[in-house]
């Protein structure tokens, strides 16, 4: 059972456009999610994250949005650049980021030039 | 800093061997994970420790066993590998709950191919 879903396990983007990677959960009990941006044969990183109490967090160029009703987040990248061309993996935790993280099976971003 | 670290980067075995994978952290961090990746499968976690001398299972810990004797070290085990344990092997590490920072830090990881 899948409880984090990222349902486009690709996506190509412009360079200079936005780019908009998607993600689905469906235990309510999460309550803090996390983007994090994985390069080949290194470990990932994190980039962003939002608390529940929150509809968006923005740091940058890095926006994420997150709709509770929908079960639905967001993560929004204004303008893309070529180094953004990356694995981002979506997580979920509960207890506001107390709990072990749910990974979600990622989206490989390619921004093209 | 070097923050997390893993040895070895890569590694081959044939089925039945065993091995250690080592996770070391020198962000003095009490939570301690270790994860596999898998193609379309995102991160699962194996194993995870809240400090040290204590371990908990994860979400896939059949075939593995760990240690924390060491606050900054994690060990992760397979007694008897098997080729489905082909994998990317990730350790992770954060400060415990609380402290207001809920990011894991993420060493290189470990490839390891069971023959």
């Known amino acids: 059972d899948q409880q984090v879903k990222q349902n486009s396990p690709s996506l190509s983007v412009q360079e200079g456009r936005i780019s908009i990677l998607n993600c689905d959960y469906t235990?309510?009990?999460?309550?803090?999610f996390l983007w994090y941006k994985k390069y080949p044969a290194e470990g990932p990183t994190f980039l962003i994250s939002i608390s529940s109490i929150k509809d968006k967090n923005e740091d940058g160029r890095f926006t994420v949005f997150l709709n509770k009703s929908a079960k639905h987040l967001s993560l929004h990248i204004v303008p893309s650049q070529p180094g953004d061309s990356a694995v981002y993996f979506c997580a979920a935790s509960g207890n506001f980021g107390n709990e072990k993280l749910t990974f979600g099976t990622g989206t490989r971003l390619t921004i093209i030039p | 800093n070097a923050g997390v670290t893993q040895t070895p980067k890569f590694r081959v075995l044939k089925t039945g061997q065993s091995m250690t994978l080592l996770c070391a952290q020198d962000m003095n961090h009490e939570y301690m994970y270790w994860y596999r990746q898998d193609p379309g499968m995102g991160l699962r976690l194996i194993h995870y420790?809240?400090?040290?001398?204590?371990?908990a299972k994860g979400e896939v810990p059949d075939g593995y066993n760990v240690s924390r004797l060491k606050k900054q070290n994690f060990l992760l085990g397979l007694e008897s590998a098997a080729p489905s344990q082909t994998s990317v092997y990730f350790c992770?590490?954060?400060?415990?709950?609380?402290?207001?920072?809920?990011?894991?830090?993420f060493g290189p990881g470990t490839r390891l191919t069971v023959t």
């Open positions: 992770a590490s954060r400060t415990r709950p609380g402290t207001g920072s809920y990011e894991q830090y």
């Open positions: 420790s809240v400090g040290e001398g204590t371990t």
């Open positions: 235990n309510s009990m999460f309550d803090y």
